[in-house]
């Protein structure tokens, strides 16, 4: 079956200090690839998605992520975290005709 | 403007009173879905519609109805709603590629309270 898999429940990072965020997938193919971002009280938005070429993806808010085929996974990075970025954030896949699918999220915690 | 509405945003009932929190696309998109998010449990489907209608249970489905007669919208309807039915709902949707479906637009979610 496929699935997208976000090992870490919650990230506790310095303001200024890097960050990744963890995404495995199971699909069948290469599957298209997202994330999300979901700032406290509001909706889900999309920060960065991968359907194919470069494997190195920019988004928005200075974020970008990393496709490697060979681990199945589609990391999120950024080189410094400002306490705005706090947030929860999801990684989803789609692929072929099998309905989107998203991770269980990832907290993001900021200290000053 | 694209976008994913929902309404009410905020909506407070009680055990066993039918509720509908309406949904609505203006992106002609073909797929639409609808997801509950609890603390410590992340986004769960609920039902999902892959065309006017084509709609099919996802992963938690029981006590919810869904209807997908128009392609703009897709209701979520709750006919005894229970206490174990608050939640937070988010609507959403998205087009399908020809190979794959792309991002999905969320709607602004909705809180709903069962007493």
């Known amino acids: 079956a496929q699935s997208v898999t976000q090992p870490d429940i919650h990230i506790t990072v310095s303001e200024g200090a890097s960050l990744e965020l963890r995404c495995n997938y199971s699909?069948?193919?290469?599957?298209?690839l997202f994330w999300y971002v979901q700032s406290p009280g509001q909706g889900l938005q999309l920060l960065l998605k991968?359907?194919?070429?470069?494997?190195l993806v920019q988004g928005i808010k200075g974020f970008e992520a990393e496709f490697k085929r060979s681990q199945s996974s589609f990391n999120l990075r950024k080189p410094s975290v400002h306490w705005s970025d706090a947030a929860e954030y999801f990684c989803?896949?789609?692929?072929?005709?099998?309905?989107?699918?998203f991770g269980r999220g990832t907290s993001l915690i900021v200290h000053p | 403007e694209a976008q994913v509405t929902q309404n009410p945003r905020y909506l407070i009932t009680v055990t066993g009173k039918k509720l509908t929190v309406t949904c609505s696309q203006n992106?002609?998109?073909?797929?639409m879905s609808w997801y509950r998010q609890d603390p410590g449990l992340g986004l769960r489907q609920i039902y999902y519609?892959?065309?006017?209608?084509?709609?099919d249970k996802g992963d938690v489905p029981e006590g919810y109805k869904v209807s997908r007669k128009e392609k703009r919208n897709f209701p979520l309807i709750l006919e005894s709603p229970s206490p174990n039915q608050t939640s937070l709902y988010f609507c959403?949707?998205?087009?399908?590629?020809?190979?794959?479906?792309?991002?999905?637009?969320f709607g602004p979610g909705t809180r709903l309270t069962v007493l």
């Open positions: 989803a896949a789609s692929g072929g005709s099998y309905i989107p699918t």
């Open positions: 959403a949707s998205s087009s399908f590629s020809g190979s794959s479906y792309n991002e999905q637009f």
């Open positions: 699909y069948g193919a290469t599957p298209y």
């Open positions: 519609s892959m065309n006017v209608e084509v709609t």
């Open positions: 992106m002609n998109h073909e797929y």
């Open positions: 991968y359907f194919s070429g470069d494997t």
